[in-house]
């Protein structure tokens, strides 16, 4: 079974910055694509980034120059370092994992966590 847990929300101010953590634990995480997801209150969840077993990644339009995707290996957490967050930046960030598993893609989510950009 995989379980993603996220960390790392909270409030601050605009212009400031966050880290997030996403830690996974279960069979094959290594392999796994994660991504951060956000959803703001009324809106639709969005794609804010991704990274792929071999760390390369893509960005949202609305993050890109200013959020920044990473992962350890070792310690099977994937961060997301947002910098020069603005109030458009508030929502409950999401972590999300997948793997190709039995001709299909299955889909893990973390409980989100929230992140709220206020002066």
């Known amino acids: 079974q995989v379980q993603l847990v996220e960390s790392g929300g909270g409030l601050v101010q605009p212009g400031g910055s966050l880290r997030l953590s996403c830690v996974a634990s279960?069979?094959?995480?290594?392999?796994?694509?994660f991504y951060w997801h956000r959803q703001a209150p009324g809106k639709q969840r969005e794609l804010v980034a991704l990274?792929?077993?071999?760390?390369?990644?893509s960005y949202g339009d609305s993050v890109k120059g200013r959020f920044t995707i990473s992962r350890d290996y070792d310690k099977n957490t994937v961060y997301l370092q947002m910098d020069s967050l603005e109030p458009e930046d508030t929502a409950v960030y999401y972590c999300?994992?997948?793997?190709?598993?039995?001709?299909?893609?299955?889909?893990?989510w973390g409980q989100g966590t929230q992140v709220t950009v206020s002066s």
């Open positions: 999300k994992a997948d793997q190709y598993l039995g001709g299909r893609w299955i889909d893990y």
């Open positions: 279960g069979k094959d995480v290594d392999i796994f694509r």
């Open positions: 990274i792929t077993p071999g760390s390369s990644t």
